[in-house]
């Protein structure tokens, strides 16, 4: 089993900043790409960013010069600091990662529950 826990959600005021964090634990051989994507109220989940293991990045347009994403492959972690934070950032913020269970098997996709963030005033 692999498991992926989120933290770091909360209440933050717009223009406030927020980091979020992810590990995978479990059995875990290796990682490759980890992410973020997020949802709000109605609206599908979207990607915020991705990290694949060499470090390249990948940022949504709405986030990019606002949010980084980082990540330490000795702790199976990925971060997501999040800076000038807008009301339409709002949204319940799931945590991805690409993970091999044995040197034998693929690579497959595991979720974290999800952590709320919420701006506001």
């Known amino acids: 089993q692999v498991q992926l826990v989120e933290s770091g959600g909360g209440l933050v005021q717009p223009g406030g900043s927020r980091r979020l964090a992810c590990t995978a634990s479990?059995?875990?051989?290796?990682?490759?790409?980890m992410g973020w994507y997020r949802q709000a109220p109605g609206k599908q989940r979207e990607l915020v960013a991705t990290?694949?293991?060499?470090?390249?990045?990948n940022y949504a347009d709405s986030v990019k010069g606002r949010f980084t994403i980082s990540r330490d492959n000795a702790k199976n972690t990925v971060y997501l600091q999040m800076n000038s934070l807008k009301p339409e950032d709002t949204a319940v913020y799931y945590c991805n990662a690409q993970v091999r269970r044995t040197i034998l098997q693929a690579y497959s996709d595991y979720w974290g529950q999800g952590t709320q963030v919420t701006v506001s005033s």
């Open positions: 479990g059995s875990v051989f290796s990682i490759n790409a």
């Open positions: 990290i694949h293991s060499g470090g390249s990045t």
